[in-house]
């Protein structure tokens, strides 16, 4: 089905830029996800959205995902606890800080009110990694239907990011998802197994799992087997 607002993904620039303009509510970015594209501000708030569709698209393989000794251990050692839907808003806070001096952030404050309400409707969620009562990193995204687009992921702690991508990938598993999209390739992902695919494939396999009976739920699936 064609999008209510949005020209095709496959019509993006030389920039991977859809459109310029619209609005950011749930009506628009539903719309967004459920055909590739996701909004990345360029100019804040003050200014237009800005909606891409990348090529290449990068993805988590859900049964790809490496998980080293190293990282097991600290899994399995009860150094953090997990859990899901605790802390949305917290979790997008703190993947706003800008990672190193000098740098901006796109995650806007009218980015993260406009996820939190598609958090209280039921289509965003995040993943939190807690030390000693402390949220030590964490993971926010989007569910549409059998896909889950990941959005950002931070930590504070070492590590912290890292076992929240494993549980989010051992959630999305145990419900039922098949398609964990990251959007753009980094070293720290692709060291867990992230790979990139292109923007047709990804596509064709979105257009396929938009309209299953998946729900994310509250409780956390276990990380490891």
Known sequence: MASRFFPPAESADENDMVL??????????????RHGIFPWPMWGDWMPMTWFSLDPRAVM???GLYVSKRLKRTIRSGKFQVTCNQAFREVMLGCSKPRHK?????????????????????HAHSVEVWQEGQLAGGIYGVSIGGAFAGESMFHVVRDASKV?????????????????DIQQWTEHTGSMGAIEIPRSEYLQRLKQLVDLPVTFGNELAPILP
């Open 20 to 33: 310029v303009g619209g609005r950011l509510n749930s009506e628009w970015l539903l719309d967004a996800y």
């Open 61 to 63: 393989p859900l049964d």
């Open 102 to 122: 000098g740098d901006g952030t796109w995650i806007t404050s009218g980015m993260i009110k406009a996820y939190c309400r598609l958090h209280a409707d039921g």
């Open 164 to 180: 929240a991508l494993a549980a989010m990938v051992s959630h999305l598993n145990a419900r039922g998802y098949q398609l964990f």
